[in-house]
């Protein structure tokens, strides 16, 4: 593969398998969207073009007319933000007339779906940065204590009940009590409010739905997500080993050890 189309959403993901790509001698054909993709996406990607939110025949344009036979997803769309920025075509619309639901994973499904009719392969970007998938274990910070590895088991145990609804990846628990679920407000705001509601000491689960093709959406944090952890008194955040990506794994680690978070790799056996 010497050429890549990048479908970019939010946050430092696309970013990162661009350089990757280009590390690669492999040249990006990047299709980014207005107010949710990062404007540095400009000097990493050999070719960019910026759109809406559900523009869908400019995307399936941009590569055919570059040459791109393979192409990837990498990061989100805010849905709070969905209500300024979506502009969907006509392609678009049938597309979402015919799924029927307007989940996160039923869309991006949708939207494969349509990329792959025309003859462009949706591929898994993540085994070019595969040494950012979380490991099974302690990542960085103290170990757990028996009452935090309960509060994290239950997280991970409503998470995945509520997944298969295609409600969110996030749940927070304290003392036993599920304090906030991800929903439309999207990782952070949930985390806030769960924050407000009983305090510090917050043991928190990300996880993929039941389902969920790792292809479009895997969960993945970031410095971002440890800075907010410490600035609201999280004790710790557990991640699906083997699936969820630990964005800027260095530096990610780095300063969850020096915020004394806990990173921890839930692994199916448990904790």
Same mark, same amino acid.
Request: aromatic share 4%; hydrophobic share 45%; charged share 30%.
């Given at each position: 593969m010497n050429k890549l189309g990048l479908i970019a959403g939010n946050g430092v993901f696309p970013l990162e398998v661009a350089r990757a790509a280009r590390d690669r001698g492999i040249e990006i054909v990047a299709v980014a969207h207005l107010n949710e993709s990062d404007r540095a996406l400009d000097s990493v990607a050999g070719e960019v073009t910026w759109i809406k939110v559900g523009e869908l025949q400019k995307i399936i344009d941009t590569f055919k007319n570059a040459g791109v036979s393979r192409a990837a997803m990498a990061g989100g769309i805010s849905r709070v933000r969905l209500k300024d920025s979506f502009a969907p075509d006509a392609r678009a619309l049938k597309m979402l007339a015919g +799924?029927?639901?307007?989940? #996160? #994973?039923?869309? $991006?499904?949708? %939207?494969?779906? &349509? %990329?792959? /009719? &025309?003859? =462009? @392969?949706? =591929?898994?970007? %993540?085994?070019? +940065?595969?040494?950012? =998938?979380?490991?099974?274990? %302690?990542?960085?910070?103290?170990?757990? /204590?028996?009452?935090?590895?309960? #509060? $994290?088991? $239950?997280?991970? @145990?409503?998470?995945?009940? $509520?997944g298969s609804y295609d409600i969110g990846q996030t749940v927070a628990v304290r003392d036993g009590m599920v304090a906030s679920v991800e929903a439309l407000e999207g990782t952070d705001a949930a985390i806030r409010r769960a924050a407000a509601l009983v305090g510090a000491g917050l043991v928190i689960a990300k996880a993929a739905k039941p389902g969920q093709d790792l292809r479009f959406d895997r969960p993945a944090i970031g410095p971002a997500t440890v800075e907010l952890l410490a600035e609201i008194g999280a004790a710790m955040l557990g991640v699906e080993a083997g699936i969820a990506l630990i964005l800027e794994r260095d530096r990610t680690l780095e300063l969850a050890r020096a915020k004394n978070l806990t990173i921890y790799g839930y692994a199916e056996t448990g904790i």
């Open positions: +799924i029927g639901r307007f989940s #996160d #994973d039923a869309v $991006l499904r949708g %939207v494969a779906r &349509e %990329v792959e /009719t &025309e003859g =462009i @392969e949706m =591929i898994d970007p %993540v085994p070019m +940065i595969e040494h950012w =998938i979380a490991r099974a274990g %302690v990542g960085a910070g103290p170990d757990p /204590t028996p009452a935090q590895r309960r #509060d $994290l088991a $239950l997280a991970f @145990e409503v998470a995945r009940r $509520l």
